[in-house]
């Protein structure tokens, strides 16, 4: 199995401030990852895939970066609506992996 | 709208069995592959396993493919999971999910809370 290790596993942030997340992988799994968003009440959200690629709809202060075995999503500008929990995940080769996620809260 | 809502869900004693649903509507069910994945209560995320959008096919966590089977009912657009010799350490939150040819998951339901205890 592909370890994902994801850092930090909190983070604090002000609304307009940017932050950034990273992911990184036992082995390289190419460019092939994907960043997913949890917030209470909501169904989870499919941000990035592809290392860098954003999904319809995901905002552009959202970017994603790296390849191989190291990745990062950042967010810029932060928007009170971008606090929840953040989870990268490989999808490069099974069994697909997930890191442990990030929870990112307002400072 | 794509909808998935999972159903099948409570609390079951160890060592029996439990089958979960997802009904799907929005998008055309069988050309879809479709994943589970769990949540634990700690929120640890763990793929389960998907299976092909004929349902001749499927792919399952090392760990878990001997006690979980996925199956589907394309005149349904129902996803299953059957779940046998339940333990503890099976309670999560169960999402189906919808999954891109690339393996990632690009629709989600809202998760259905298994608990195994006795």
């Known amino acids: 199995d592909v370890q994902m290790t994801q850092s930090p596993s909190n983070l604090a942030a002000s609304p307009g401030e940017s932050v950034s997340i990273n992911c990184k992988a036992r082995?390289?799994?190419?460019?092939?990852l994907a960043w997913y968003q949890q917030k209470p009440g909501k169904v989870n959200k499919l941000l990035i895939y592809?290392?860098?690629t954003l999904q319809s709809g995901t905002p552009s202060r959202f970017s994603g970066s790296g390849s191989g075995t190291d990745f990062t999503l950042t967010i810029r500008n932060l928007e009170p609506e971008d606090f929840g929990l953040y989870y990268c995940?490989?999808?490069?080769?099974?069994?697909?992996?997930f890191g442990s996620g990030t929870k990112l809260e307002i400072k | 709208e794509v909808q998935l809502v999972e159903s099948g869900g409570g609390l079951v004693q160890p060592g029996t069995s439990l089958k979960l649903s997802c009904v799907a509507s929005?998008?055309?069910?069988?050309?879809?592959?479709m994943s589970w994945v769990r949540q634990t209560p700690g929120k640890t995320m763990e793929w389960i396993g998907d299976?092909?959008?004929?349902?001749?096919?499927?792919n399952y966590a090392p760990s878990l493919k001997n006690r979980f089977t996925i199956s589907r009912d394309n005149a349904k657009s129902t996803l299953y999971l059957q779940m046998s010799n339940v333990r503890s350490e099976d309670t999560a939150t169960y999402f189906c999910?919808?999954?891109?040819?690339?393996?990632?998951?690009?629709?989600w339901g809202q998760g259905v809370m298994v608990t195994v205890s006795s």
């Open positions: 999910t919808r999954t891109h040819g690339f393996n990632y998951f690009d629709y």
């Open positions: 929005g998008f055309t069910f069988s050309d879809s592959w």
């Open positions: 299976i092909k959008y004929d349902g001749s096919y499927t």
């Open positions: 082995k390289s799994i190419s460019k092939y």
């Open positions: 592809s290392g860098s």
């Open positions: 995940q490989q999808h490069n080769e099974y069994p697909l992996t």
